[in-house]
């Protein structure tokens, strides 16, 4: 198993955190780096979740979430939403979307999206949006990560 995720750690990825407001109003995020955009037309992007996670029901219930895409200054943030249990985010730490969506402040790209759709595929499950509305900010690099680490795009 380990050496099947060092291969896949050979695919460098961007680094996003997913969030949304959960029933009591508290602005729960998760890091992912699954996020991948499915098609145009219509606007579609997906990510996964592993089977079990604490939060696995409440990501798999949510109707509207966003996803933004980390800026290479938001390890600290990234560290914080990747932890079990320290998902909460602070109000200083988004913004309310034109969706009403929490969207991480200082991100270099923001997406709001309706879910669409949940698929079983092992031992996660994918978790398919329809794009209500994105943002990009200008110049920001991404943050990416790359056989366990992170790491910085070459200027």
């Known amino acids: 198993m ?5 291969a896949f750690g050979e695919f460098a990825t961007g680094v996003c955190v997913v969030a949304a407001t959960d029933q009591s109003g508290e602005v729960i995020g998760v890091t992912v780096n699954s996020f991948s955009s499915v098609s145009l ?21 949510q109707p509207r979430y966003s996803i933004s895409i980390l800026a290479s200054d938001q390890e ?5 939403c990747a932890k079990p249990s320290q998902h909460s985010l602070g109000e200083h730490q988004f913004e309310l979307g034109k969706h ?5 402040v200082g991100a270099a790209a923001h997406f709001e ?14 978790i398919i949006g329809e794009i209500l509305s994105y943002q990009v900010s200008d110049g920001r690099a991404p943050l990416l990560f790359h056989k366990g680490q992170y790491r910085a795009l070459a200027s």
């Not at 999206?113 to 994918?126: E, S």
Request: charged content about 10%; proline content about 6%.
């Open 76 to 80: 600290s943030l990234s560290n914080q």
């Open 100 to 104: 009403g969506t929490p969207l991480i």
């Open 41 to 61: 037309e219509p606007a579609l992007a997906l990510w996964s979740i592993q089977n079990n996670s604490e939060l696995f029901a409440f990501w798999c219930s």
């Open 2 to 6: 380990r050496e099947l995720r060092n």
């Open 113 to 126: 999206l309706g879910l669409t759709q949940v698929v079983p595929a092992g031992d996660h499950h994918i």
